[in-house]
C-alpha cells in the first residue's frame, strides 16, 4: 500500500528505470476493435505504433501476490471522517480454475445488481447505504472476492455483521436452479451490454490479457449454455468462499465504533491510514 514515506522515496531516475525495464513492445498486446478491416487495423497500429522499438528480452513480472495467510479483522481510524467504509475480501480462484463459472454466479446471487444478496440486506431492507456489492478482483497470479459498502458511523458494526452474514448465508440458503437461471442471465446480460461497445470489448479483452487467461473466456462468460448445477455451485462455495477465510477491514472515525466493534471481533488490529500500528 502507498504510503507518504514511500512515496516521497519515489525519484525521477527510478520511474524511468521502471519504465526501461518494463515497457517494450515485445511485451505488449495490442487490441484493436471497431469497425476496421484486418489491413486498415494494420495500418493504424504501424502509424501509432511503428517507431516504437526495443531490445527483445525477459519481460519483466511483478513478485507474486502474498497469499492471505490467516483472516484479520482490521480497523484504520481515519479521525474526521463523515463515514466508514467496510470491505470483505476473499482470496479465491480464478478464471483459469474449475469452478470459475460456479463461484460468478454465486458471487451474482451475493452482491450482484439490485437482486445481490448485501444491496438487499444493507440498502433496501434497511436503508444503510446507497450501494453495496461484490465483485472479484483478478490479477495474474490471485483473484480476491471484494464485498464493499459505505455506511453512517453509527451503522458501522451492525453493516460490518451483515456483510459476513450474508457470505455465510450460502450454507443455509443454496441457489436452485431458477434462482441459478437467473443470476446467469444477469451476467451473460452485463456482459453483452459492456462488449457490444467497442471500447468495452476492448477493455475486456485486455483484462483477459492481463491476467492471462484465453480470448474465448469471453465467449463462455456472455453465454447461459451448460451452466454449473446448483449442486456444483453450492460445492463450489464450500470449498471457496468460505466466511472463515474473509479479512474484513472497516476504515472511518474509529472513536465512534472501535469498542462496539472489537466486542464484537477481539482479535480487531487497529491502524492509521498508513498502516502503523495503534493502541
Do not use: C
Not at 479483522?73 to 481515519?78: F, G, L, Q, S
Not at 453450492?234 to 471457496?240: E, F, G, S
Request: proline letters at 5%; glycine letters at 8%.
Amino acid at each position: 500500500v502507498p504510503t507518504a514515506a514511500t512515496l516521497a522515496a519515489v525519484t525521477r531516475d527510478s520511474i524511468v528505470a521502471a519504465q526501461r525495464e518494463s515497457w517494450h513492445p515485445h511485451g505488449a498486446t495490442l487490441i484493436i476493435s471497431g469497425g476496421l478491416t484486418a489491413d486498415q487495423g494494420y495500418r493504424v497500429a504501424k502509424q501509432a505504433f511503428g517507431r516504437w522499438a526495443g531490445e527483445a528480452g525477459p519481460i519483466a513480472r511483478a513478485p507474486r501476490a502474498a497469499p492471505l495467510a490467516t483472516p484479520r479483522i482490521m480497523a484504520i481510524d481515519i479521525p474526521g471522517a463523515a463515514q466508514t467504509a467496510v470491505v470483505a475480501a476473499l482470496p479465491t480462484i480464478g478464471r483459469n480454475d474449475d469452478g470459475w463459472a460456479a463461484l460468478r454466479i454465486a458471487n451474482a446471487r451475493l452482491g450482484g445488481g439490485f437482486q445481490g444478496w448485501l444491496t438487499q440486506e444493507i440498502r433496501a431492507k434497511r436503508g444503510l447505504s446507497y450501494s453495496a456489492g461484490s465483485l472479484f478482483d483478478i490479477r495474474r497470479d490471485a483473484t480476491t472476492l471484494m464485498a464493499a459498502t459505505q455506511t453512517k458511523n453509527e451503522s458501522a458494526v451492525e453493516v460490518a455483521g451483515l456483510m459476513l452474514d450474508q457470505i455465510a448465508r450460502f450454507a443455509r440458503e443454496p441457489l436452485d436452479q431458477a434462482r441459478t437461471d437467473e443470476r446467469a442471465a444477469f451476467l451473460a446480460n452485463g456482459v453483452s451490454n459492456q462488449t457490444e461497445r467497442a471500447a468495452g470489448l476492448a477493455n475486456y479483452l485486455a483484462a483477459l490479457v492481463a491476467t492471462d487467461a484465453p480470448l474465448d473466456a469471453l465467449q463462455a462468460e456472455q453465454s447461459t449454455a451448460s451452466l454449473p448445477s446448483p449442486d456444483a455451485i453450492a460445492a463450489a462455495v464450500a470449498q471457496h468462499l468460505r466466511v472463515d477465510r474473509a479479512t474484513l477491514i472497516v476504515a472511518g472515525d474509529t472513536k465512534q465504533w472501535l469498542g462496539a466493534l472489537r466486542q464484537r471481533y477481539p482479535t480487531l488490529e487497529l491502524v492509521d491510514a498508513e498502516g502503523k500500528a495503534l493502541p
